[in-house]
């Protein structure tokens, strides 16, 4: 319950232990005031939040684009699984270095900025000037390895990146915070998707894509400069630090059988990721255009999804709200297979932003409410090795299916396979609430 206690002009929650100061007779709490003291409230929530922002309006090019930018290279259905594939390795074997460093570095918050915030987008910048120092064959190679190197110089710092999350994010907001910055970023990507796509389309050819890297170098500029005004919390020294585990974590076997359901899943995933944008350019006869508007009906599916994932999970908790978004996803590639005219998509796009929006708020989530702090570096490496582990098998097994069957072949394939791994996703129930409030 809570008790206000309007002569001192404080409210007393007595689940978070905390204390709350009123503005104008009102507690900042009250919902018309919520937002702006639980997502802007501090100097670290607000730069935290609007990097958020600014990071999804850069990233719309690479995830929504770069396998179209290839194709223009020339690149075929089997390279394009080679680019999603040869990404999910080199992040995968970033990640454990990663963890380590996380660990031993007395600054978190300078490890991303050198690595995400910074190499990873002068990597993306490189392949801007693909075109003018490689042609045909070579150039798709070229943009392979600089993706994949994007993605190793973005993974070393993801360790860093959560445990940072964890620390300037208070416990009792952090559901709350954490999906009002995923419902922000979802905006932001249905509004960025089209603008891209009319981009590429109004400059044309391989100048399109080009002059989109450009703008998303523009807009990563404006994030890393946001996330530079954190104050990271003082680090003890480092003789005080207690060292990470790996062992430990390979002893908790409620977390492993949570990783192993989730890696069975996400396999199943990425079987058919990368197939979606060759399938809507060559059997659909989508325009990058359309691709854009169709990314921007995922992307409004996934801001429906944020605005009631959020308060959901903080009523019925992020393992009840993964458990139910796990029924609905096996059904997403299944709907592809019907499609045969561009705005067919436009149905597993929109309700895939819904479905996915919860699962990844719930997941992340999960990982902050579960993992030991004290090894929430390592915890978060093996959650995020699990993940890249997928982009990497995923694509492998659906370039080897597409090669003999098509791709129709493995939007039912990963139907299938999503929904044996239905049964295989094991919950750990969340123990955050035993850490101690950050005021």
Do not use: C
């Amino acid at each position: 319950m809570t008790a206000v206690q309007f002569r001192r002009w404080t409210l007393v929650s007595g689940q978070a232990g905390r204390r709350w100061r009123f503005q104008n007779r009102r507690p900042l709490n009250h919902p018309r005031v919520a937002y702006r003291t639980r997502v802007l409230g501090t100097r670290n929530l607000r730069a935290f939040f609007f990097d958020g922002l600014f990071s999804a309006a850069s990233d719309v090019m690479p995830a929504q684009f770069l396998a179209i930018y290839a194709i223009a290279l020339g690149a075929s259905d089997a390279d394009i699984g080679i680019l999603a594939a040869g990404a999910g390795l080199a992040g995968l074997v970033a990640l454990a270095p990663g963890a380590r460093i996380a660990e031993r570095a007395s600054s978190r918050k300078w490890i991303v900025l050198l690595s995400g915030g910074g190499s990873a987008r002068l990597l993306l910048l490189a392949m801007a000037f693909v075109p003018w120092i490689a042609d045909g064959r070579t150039a798709v190679y070229v943009l392979i390895v600089l993706a994949s190197l994007r993605w190793f110089a973005g993974m070393i710092g993801h360790p860093a990146w959560v445990a940072l999350t964890a620390a300037i994010v208070p416990l009792d907001l952090r559901r709350f915070y954490i999906s009002r910055r995923m419902l922000g970023i979802a905006i932001v990507g249905a509004l960025a998707a089209p603008a891209f796509g009319r981009l590429i389309g109004s400059v044309g050819g391989i100048e399109g894509y080009q002059a989109a890297i450009v703008l998303s170098i523009a807009f990563a500029a404006a994030s890393t400069a946001l996330f530079a005004r954190i104050q990271e919390p003082p680090a003890p020294p480092a003789a005080e630090r207690l060292p990470g585990s790996t062992r430990e974590l390979l002893r908790d076997a409620t977390f492993v059988r949570f990783v192993g359901g989730i890696l069975t899943l996400n396999v199943m995933a990425q079987i058919a990721v990368p197939f979606f944008a060759p399938y809507m350019v060559r059997t659909l006869d989508a325009s990058p255009t359309e691709i854009g508007i169709l990314a921007t009906v995922s992307a409004i599916g996934g801001v429906g999804g944020q605005i009631v994932a959020g308060p959901l999970a903080e009523r019925i908790g992020s393992e009840r709200m993964l458990r139910w978004s796990l029924f609905v996803i096996p059904t997403l590639p299944l709907m592809w297979v019907f499609a045969s005219e561009p705005w067919h998509a436009a149905i597993p796009n929109l309700v895939g932003g819904v479905v996915w929006a919860g699962f990844h708020l719930a997941e992340f989530n999960l990982l902050l409410e579960y993992a030991p702090e004290r090894n929430l570096a390592r915890y978060a490496a093996a959650h995020q090795a699990t993940l890249l582990f997928a982009t990497l098998l995923g694509p492998l097994i659906g370039t080897l299916i597409v090669a003999e069957w098509g791709i129709p072949a493995v939007l039912v394939v990963s139907g299938i396979g999503r929904f044996i791994a239905l049964g295989l996703v094991s919950l750990p129930q969340a123990r955050g609430a035993g850490r101690p409030t950050a005021e």
